[in-house]
């Protein structure tokens, strides 16, 4: 076979090997973003709730969309589980519950964005 050919199926097949990947680490990079964007959000309600500048009800709707939000997106792992116990000690009027989830809400990402 003539050696264009070889050069041309080399660059093919590492073309078509590389988009994947590229591919995947774009969809794992959006849902990282997404998951980090959900935090965000729970960490600024709650804390918003905790000062008093924020009613309980709504604080406690915005925490069970993020939650479910959370669950939803793979790469987020248990943190929906977090979001959820912030959502149950707003919705309970527990002070010391929302402090004791967000001491433990950034950890998970944290973790997963110096892994890579």
Not at 7 to 34: N, Q, S
Request: a positive charge; hydrophobic letters at 45%.
């Amino acid at each position: 076979m003539p050696r264009r050919f070889h050069v041309f199926y080399l660059a093919a097949v590492i073309t078509a090997c590389g988009c994947p990947v590229t591919r995947a680490a774009d969809e794992d990079a959006k849902h990282l973003d997404k998951c980090n964007s959900w935090i965000a959000t729970a960490r600024m309600v709650a804390e918003a709730w905790l000062d008093d500048e924020l009613p309980q009800h709504y604080a406690a709707a915005t925490l069970a969309k993020a939650a479910a939000k959370l669950y939803g997106i793979p790469a987020c792992g248990d943190i929906g589980r977090l979001v959820s116990e912030l959502h149950s000690a707003v919705s309970a009027s527990e002070a010391r519950g929302v402090r004791q989830a967000l001491a433990h809400l950034d950890a998970p990402t944290s973790r997963r964005r110096t892994s890579k």
